[in-house]
C-alpha cells in the first residue's frame, strides 16, 4: 500500500468546527494522516502518480463512529434475555458468561468487530470482563481479536471487587439463605487485576498504533475503598484514564450516599480518578451536584440510549449534560442488549433528548449528534482532538456510504440522512489509519462466514456448559425483583422514567 491515499469526488461530511460539507470533495491522506481537504480538482498529492486512488464518486464520506462503551464477552449472548432489569441482567449474564476460554473470548470480540466494522464504526472502548477474575490468556485473546480485526480500540479490563449482595440495597429477608450462598462472603483479590493489568500494558499497549490500555473498574458500587484506591495510584503510576459505569439505575443512587457525602461521583474526584482522561458510561441517575462534579472534572459522559431502554434503566440527562458542556458520546453496550449498529443509536440518542425537552429550539441537530458518536467518542478513547474530524492532521479513520441506497435516496442533506435514515447498510469501505478494513461491504482482513459458523458452535456450548448457573440465577431473580420494586416505590428526588403518559 502506497504512503499516500487520494479520494477523489466524494460528498465530504467533514463535521470540522464550521459542519462544512464538501461536495464534491477530495481528500489526500498521507501517512495515515489527512493531510489535505478540499472542492475536487483543487487538490493534488505530491506524487499523485504514486498514490492510491478511490473514486468515491456516489458515496458520503465520514468520520468513522466510535463505540465508546462495549462488553465484548457479550458477542457469544446474542438474544439470551428479555424484559429484564440490570440488577437481574446482572445475575444471569454473570452466569451465562462463566467458564469461558481464550477462543471463547476472542469470537466474543470478533463478533463485535464484524458488526461494528461492516457498519461504519471503526473505534471502540471495551469494558471487557472475565469473571471472576482476569486472566492474561483471556486479555491475549480479546487483544488479538482487535488486532486481527483492524479496529482502533481501547480495552478496559472491568473489575469488582465485592460480591454481588454487597452491591445491591438488598434487605436480608429478601433473599433466602440458601439463594443467597455464592453471592455474599470474600472478596476477590485485587492483586490478580493488577497483575493482569501490568500484563496488558507490557504486551499490548500501543500495538500497531491502534491499541490502547484503560482502566477499567466496574462501578463505585462493586468496588472496596481499597480497590478504587489502588486504582488512583495505578492510574497515576502508569499515566492511564479510567473507564466506569457510574449511576446506571436507581438501585445504584440509593447506594451513593452511603459512600461519600458527594456520591459515587465525588469520591472518584476525591481519589484523582475523575478527569479529563475518565469517561463514564451511563449517567442516566445522576444528581445536578453528580453533573457539576463531572463538568467540573472535565470527564466525558458516554450515553448508551438503546441498552438504558433495553433493562429499564431509564433516560439520561443528556440535554442537561450537553447545556452543562459535558462531552457526550454514544455507545452500544453489550450485544445482549441489542445491535451495534451506531447509526442507530445516535439517532436513538437525538430523538430521545427531545422527548425530554419542550422547547424545539434547544434540540440538538444531526451535526451534534454525529459529533457525540465520532469526535466525542474519540475523546473517551483517549484521542481527544485527533481524531474524529475530516480536517488536516487528524487521524483517518473513516467510512464511505453509498448513496444509491434507498435510505440515502433522494440526495437531500447528507448529515441528516446519515442521522435519522440510514443505520449503516450502505457503508462500501471502512478505513482504519487509512488502510482498507472493509471494501465493497467485505472485510479484508478475517473470515466472516468461518468466524460466524465458529461462534455459534461456542455459544450453543456455554448454554450448555452454564445450564446449572443459570438455573440457580433464576431462582434467584423473584427476590432481587422484589428489591427493585421497594427501590422503585422510594422517591429519591430524581426521576428518570417516562412512566407520567
Same mark, same amino acid.
Given at each position: 500500500?502506497?504512503?499516500?491515499?487520494?479520494?477523489?469526488?466524494?460528498?465530504?461530511?467533514?463535521?470540522?468546527?464550521?459542519?462544512?460539507?464538501?461536495?464534491?470533495?477530495?481528500?489526500?491522506?498521507?501517512?495515515?494522516?489527512?493531510?489535505?481537504?478540499?472542492?475536487?480538482?483543487?487538490?493534488?498529492?505530491?506524487?499523485?502518480?504514486?498514490?492510491?486512488?478511490?473514486?468515491?464518486?456516489?458515496?458520503?464520506?465520514?468520520?468513522?463512529?466510535?463505540?465508546? &462503551?462495549? %462488553?465484548?464477552?457479550?458477542?457469544?449472548?446474542?438474544?439470551? +434475555?428479555?424484559?429484564?432489569?440490570?440488577?437481574v441482567f446482572m445475575l444471569y449474564v454473570t452466569a451465562a458468561s462463566a467458564e469461558r476460554r481464550p477462543r471463547d473470548a476472542y469470537l466474543s470480540a470478533m463478533i463485535g468487530c464484524i458488526e461494528m466494522l461492516k457498519t461504519g464504526t471503526t473505534g471502540v472502548l471495551d469494558h471487557c470482563p472475565n469473571r471472576p477474575l482476569h486472566k492474561p490468556e483471556l486479555l491475549d485473546a480479546e487483544f488479538q481479536a482487535y488486532a486481527d480485526s483492524g479496529m482502533r480500540a481501547a480495552i478496559a479490563p472491568m473489575f469488582g471487587d465485592l460480591p454481588y449482595l454487597d452491591t445491591v440495597p438488598v434487605e436480608a429477608s429478601e433473599m433466602p439463605e440458601d439463594l443467597a450462598e455464592g453471592l455474599r462472603g470474600e472478596r476477590l483479590?485485587?492483586?490478580?487485576?493488577?497483575?493482569?493489568?501490568?500484563?496488558?500494558?507490557?504486551?499490548?499497549?500501543?500495538?500497531?498504533?491502534?491499541?490502547?490500555?484503560?482502566?477499567?473498574?466496574?462501578?463505585?458500587?462493586?468496588?472496596?475503598?481499597?480497590?478504587?484506591?489502588?486504582?488512583?495510584?495505578?492510574?497515576?503510576?502508569?499515566?492511564?484514564?479510567?473507564?466506569?459505569?457510574?449511576?446506571?439505575?436507581?438501585? *445504584?443512587?440509593?447506594?451513593?450516599?452511603?459512600?461519600?457525602?458527594?456520591?459515587?461521583?465525588?469520591?472518584?474526584?476525591?481519589?484523582?480518578?475523575?478527569?479529563?482522561?475518565?469517561?463514564?458510561?451511563?449517567?442516566?441517575?445522576?444528581?445536578?451536584?453528580?453533573?457539576?462534579?463531572?463538568?467540573?472534572?472535565?470527564?466525558?459522559?458516554? %450515553?448508551?440510549?438503546?441498552?438504558?431502554?433495553?433493562?429499564?434503566?431509564?433516560?439520561?440527562? +443528556? *440535554?442537561?449534560?450537553?447545556?452543562?458542556?459535558?462531552? +457526550?458520546?454514544?455507545?452500544?453496550?453489550?450485544?445482549?442488549?441489542?445491535?451495534?449498529?451506531?447509526?442507530?443509536?445516535?439517532?436513538?440518542?437525538?430523538?430521545?433528548?427531545?422527548?425530554?425537552?419542550?422547547?424545539?429550539?434547544?434540540?440538538?441537530?444531526?451535526?451534534?449528534?454525529?459529533?457525540?458518536?465520532?469526535?466525542?467518542?474519540?475523546?473517551?478513547?483517549?484521542?481527544?482532538?485527533?481524531?474524529?474530524?475530516?480536517?488536516?492532521?487528524?487521524?483517518?479513520?473513516?467510512?464511505?456510504?453509498?448513496?444509491?441506497?434507498? *435510505?440515502?435516496?433522494?440526495?437531500?442533506?447528507?448529515?441528516?440522512?446519515?442521522?435519522?435514515?440510514?443505520?449503516?447498510?450502505?457503508?462500501?469501505?471502512?478505513?482504519?489509519?487509512?488502510?482498507?478494513?472493509?471494501?465493497?461491504?467485505?472485510?479484508?482482513?478475517?473470515?466472516?462466514?468461518?468466524?460466524?459458523?465458529?461462534?455459534?458452535?461456542?455459544?450453543?456450548?456455554?448454554?450448555?456448559?452454564?445450564?446449572?448457573?443459570?438455573?440457580?440465577?433464576?431462582?434467584?431473580?423473584? &427476590?432481587?425483583?422484589?428489591?427493585?420494586?421497594?427501590?422503585?416505590?422510594?422517591?429519591?428526588?430524581?426521576?428518570?422514567?417516562?412512566?407520567?403518559?
Amino acid at each position: 500500500m502506497s504512503a499516500t491515499l487520494w479520494i477523489k469526488n466524494a460528498t465530504v461530511v467533514t463535521l470540522d468546527g464550521a459542519r462544512r460539507i464538501v461536495d464534491p470533495g477530495d481528500v489526500v491522506i498521507r501517512d495515515g494522516l489527512i493531510d489535505a481537504v478540499g472542492p475536487s480538482g483543487t487538490l493534488r498529492p505530491d506524487n499523485p502518480d504514486a498514490a492510491d486512488v478511490i473514486d468515491a464518486r456516489d458515496r458520503i464520506l465520514l468520520p468513522g463512529l466510535v463505540n465508546a &462503551h462495549v %462488553h465484548s464477552y457479550a458477542g457469544l449472548l446474542k438474544g439470551t +434475555v428479555d424484559r429484564t432489569c440490570l440488577d437481574v441482567f446482572m445475575l444471569y449474564v454473570t452466569a451465562a458468561s462463566a467458564e469461558r476460554r481464550p477462543r471463547d473470548a476472542y469470537l466474543s470480540a470478533m463478533i463485535g468487530c464484524i458488526e461494528m466494522l461492516k457498519t461504519g464504526t471503526t473505534g471502540v472502548l471495551d469494558h471487557c470482563p472475565n469473571r471472576p477474575l482476569h486472566k492474561p490468556e483471556l486479555l491475549d485473546a480479546e487483544f488479538q481479536a482487535y488486532a486481527d480485526s483492524g479496529m482502533r480500540a481501547a480495552i478496559a479490563p472491568m473489575f469488582g471487587d465485592l460480591p454481588y449482595l454487597d452491591t445491591v440495597p438488598v434487605e436480608a429477608s429478601e433473599m433466602p439463605e440458601d439463594l443467597a450462598e455464592g453471592l455474599r462472603g470474600e472478596r476477590l483479590g485485587r492483586a490478580a487485576y493488577f497483575d493482569a493489568m501490568r500484563h496488558i500494558l507490557r504486551e499490548w499497549r500501543g500495538r500497531e498504533g491502534r491499541l490502547g490500555v484503560l482502566l477499567g473498574v466496574d462501578g463505585v458500587q462493586r468496588c472496596s475503598d481499597e480497590l478504587l484506591r489502588e486504582t488512583a495510584d495505578f492510574a497515576t503510576e502508569h499515566g492511564l484514564g479510567l473507564h466506569s459505569h457510574m449511576l446506571e439505575t436507581k438501585t *445504584q443512587m440509593a447506594m451513593a450516599a452511603a459512600r461519600h457525602n458527594d456520591g459515587f461521583t465525588g469520591y472518584l474526584a476525591e481519589l484523582g480518578l475523575l478527569g479529563d482522561k475518565s469517561s463514564l458510561a451511563h449517567f442516566v441517575w445522576a444528581s445536578d451536584r453528580d453533573i457539576e462534579i463531572v463538568r467540573e472534572a472535565g470527564a466525558t459522559v458516554v %450515553h448508551a440510549p438503546a441498552s438504558n431502554l433495553f433493562t429499564g434503566a431509564g433516560i439520561a440527562p +443528556v *440535554q442537561k449534560l450537553r447545556r452543562a458542556g459535558i462531552p +457526550v458520546a454514544v455507545s452500544s453496550d453489550g450485544v445482549n442488549t441489542g445491535n451495534m449498529l451506531m447509526l442507530e443509536k445516535t439517532r436513538l440518542a437525538a430523538m430521545l433528548a427531545r422527548a425530554t425537552e419542550p422547547d424545539y429550539e434547544n434540540w440538538f441537530d444531526a451535526g451534534d449528534a454525529l459529533e457525540m458518536a465520532t469526535a466525542n467518542g474519540a475523546r473517551a478513547l483517549g484521542y481527544g482532538g485527533a481524531l474524529g474530524r475530516i480536517e488536516p492532521g487528524q487521524i483517518a479513520d473513516l467510512a464511505l456510504y453509498d448513496t444509491r441506497t434507498l *435510505q440515502l435516496q433522494p440526495r437531500i442533506d447528507p448529515m441528516r440522512q446519515l442521522c435519522f435514515y440510514e443505520s449503516g447498510y450502505a457503508v462500501d469501505t471502512v478505513l482504519v489509519g487509512s488502510e482498507a478494513m472493509v471494501r465493497e461491504g467485505r472485510l479484508t482482513r478475517v473470515d466472516e462466514d468461518a468466524l460466524l459458523a465458529e461462534a455459534n458452535e461456542a455459544a450453543q456450548r456455554l448454554l450448555r456448559d452454564n445450564a446449572g448457573g443459570i438455573d440457580l440465577a433464576e431462582k434467584r431473580i423473584p &427476590h432481587i425483583h422484589a428489591m427493585v420494586q421497594r427501590i422503585m416505590a422510594d422517591p429519591c428526588g430524581v426521576h428518570r422514567f417516562a412512566d407520567g403518559i
